[in-house]
């Protein structure tokens, strides 16, 4: 397949800026790295968050755009494990040094080696693209074991000796119907927590059930009745709370249900109302393969990420595809904000964009 030298983006030229749609270069890949002809994106709430309230990012013009799935095009000179025609799924990425976001809203885009795995044709690109941010905040903030990282450092399943290591202790994660919160469940799963407790809209109750849920608590309910019921269902207070949705009210109920001994990830700047000093262990993960304090943990997920797939150990998100190419993406952001998603991921495909 021959590789044009120019390609469509979508492009936010500043902050608070409208999404534009450009022609850029289509680059070329270093040693390291590889090219990739960009099949299907993934939609981010962060996405929203930058485009229209100018958080998260400070250098501007930005491609935003964190998941992506495609087909490499080209290989860098030292790849040794990936070839011409491989699948790939990579994670947007985070310059540390220069603050700049390297996400995958366009055509083509470069995948480096921290951020980056095969995936099998038992996957559609849409559903590879549901992937690495949602995994990489579910799993990083509990199995990375650098002392720094905000992580419940737990043993990772992947690892030899890490699956089923955790049987039989509770877990609560709330806000199992979101991208994050549907890995989570399959890694707590993994991990062999029972039960896992989560809280959803319940018409996501068989979805949630059927990925590793053993209870679904209706997330209308008063909060106090939540904090309730998952400490009645875990035998009392849980080691182990995450709140994949981090909002005001689950910050609450995931701190409180957390035992004075227990590890409460949050994914969320965001401090929890009424607690300005926790007395028990709060971590903010971060889902980026390439932070420093996810280096490790992310290059052994990721290299066994493709056998997990193949296995069926993680499932992808459900999709809905939005028509348009990168076009969607705007309408899609709306929604995402609009809390108009429930247990699906949205879904573009770049190569379908039009001048
Ligand atoms: N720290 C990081 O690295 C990182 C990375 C990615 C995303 N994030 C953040 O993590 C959050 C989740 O992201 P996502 O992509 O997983 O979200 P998402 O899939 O868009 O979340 C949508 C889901 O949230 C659920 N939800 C909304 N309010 C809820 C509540 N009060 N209780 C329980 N569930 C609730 C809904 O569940 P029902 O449909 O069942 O009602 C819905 O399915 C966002 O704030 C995002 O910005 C952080």
């Known amino acids: 397949m021959s590789i044009p030298t120019k390609q469509l983006a979508l492009v936010l ?7 534009v749609i450009k022609h850029i270069d289509v680059p070329k890949p270093g040693p390291e790295e590889i090219l990739v002809r960009i099949e299907a994106a993934g939609l981010n709430p962060g996405d929203w968050k930058v485009v229209r309230l100018g958080k998260l990012i400070d250098k501007y013009p930005v491609i935003l755009g964190f998941d992506a799935a495609g087909v490499a095009v ?13 699948r790939v799924l990579f994670q947007g990425w985070f310059d540390f040094a220069t603050r700049e976001a390297h996400g995958h809203y366009k055509q083509y885009s470069i995948a480096i080696p ?13 559903e590879a693209a ?16 650098v002392e720094l990282a905000p992580s419940a450092k737990l043993i990772p399943p992947w690892e030899e000796g890490g699956r089923g290591y955790y049987a039989g202790k509770p877990f609560f994660v709330l806000g199992g119907a979101s991208s994050i919160g549907q890995y989570v469940i399959q890694l707590a799963r993994l991990s062999g927590f029972s039960p896992i407790i989560t809280t959803a809209s319940l018409h996501n109750t068989d979805l949630l059930k059927s990925l590793g849920a053993t209870h679904v608590l209706d997330r209308k309910l008063p909060s106090e009745t939540l904090v309730k ?22 910050l609450v109920i995931g701190y409180q249900a957390t035992a004075p001994t227990g590890t409460f990830v949050k994914v969320n700047s965001e401090s929890i109302p009424g ?4 007395e028990k262990k709060v971590h903010f993960g971060r889902g980026l393969f390439n932070a420093p304090f996810n280096a490790a943990v992310s290059l052994s997920l990721l290299a ?29 952001l ?22």
């Open 275 to 278: 607690v300005e000093n926790p």
């Open 13 to 19: 030229e500043e902050e608070r800026g409208p999404l």
């Open 74 to 86: 080209e290989v860098g000179s030292n790849v040794k494990d990936y070839a011409v025609g491989d």
């Open 304 to 332: 066994k990420l493709p056998e997990l797939l193949e296995n069926g150990d993680i499932k992808p998100n459900r999709v809905e595809v939005i028509p348009g190419g990168l076009r969607g993406v705007d309408p899609g």
């Open 114 to 126: 921290e951020v980056r795995a095969k995936f099998p044709a038992s996957l559609s690109f849409e």
């Open 130 to 145: 549901t992937i690495p941010s949602g995994l990489a905040a579910a799993a990083l903030p509990l199995y990375s074991r």
């Open 229 to 250: 019921e998952a400490c009645e269902i875990a035998g009392g207070p849980l080691e182990v709370v995450f709140d994949a949705v981090s909002l005001p009210d689950t």
């Open 334 to 355: 709306d929604r995402l904000q609009n809390n108009e998603v429930s247990a699906v991921k949205l879904v573009v495909k770049p190569q379908e964009t039009t001048v």
